[in-house]
């Protein structure tokens, strides 16, 4: 667990934040020699104003939590999601990056977000 001014790069993105949470594969700590010894990164939870940064610094979305997925190479942020990329904004309850190939997508519950037909108006 880290605290305070924390900061997660992977790739080109940033991730600024308060709290973050590592999660590694197999044993870390010290080893006889005094050195500090980590095992492969799996997994990193950020839990409170979450801010993530394009490396060009055109595109930021913000969340009040995210995942990152070592094994994958994706983040998933949830609640109160905020993208903007120059003039545009777009808002939604889950985010999924690929980062990857760089795309992004707005998801409802668990599957990706679908347009749903409007609801009848009682009469």
């Known amino acids: 667990m880290f605290t305070g001014i924390v900061k997660l790069q992977q790739g080109d993105i940033l991730l600024p934040t308060v709290a973050l949470t590592?999660?590694?594969?197999?044993?870390?700590?010290?080893?006889?020699?005094?050195?500090?010894?980590?095992?492969?990164?799996?997994?990193?939870?950020?839990?409170?104003?979450?801010?993530?940064?394009?490396?060009?610094?055109?595109?930021?979305?913000?969340?009040?939590?995210?995942t990152f997925d070592v094994m994958v190479n994706t983040m998933l942020m949830g609640d109160n999601?905020?993208?903007?990329?120059?003039?545009?904004?777009?808002?939604?309850?889950?985010?999924?990056?690929?980062?990857?190939t760089g795309m992004y997508r707005f998801e409802i519950e668990s599957g990706p977000a679908s347009p749903q037909p409007p609801a009848p108006r009682p009469q």
């Open 81 to 100: 999601v905020f993208v903007s990329r120059g003039k545009n904004v777009a808002n939604g309850p889950r985010l999924r990056i690929d980062l990857t």
């Open 22 to 66: 590592a999660f590694y594969s197999g044993q870390s700590g010290f080893s006889t020699g005094g050195e500090w010894r980590a095992e492969q990164l799996t997994r990193a939870e950020a839990r409170e104003r979450v801010l993530i940064i394009s490396n060009d610094g055109q595109t930021t979305a913000t969340a009040d939590w995210a």
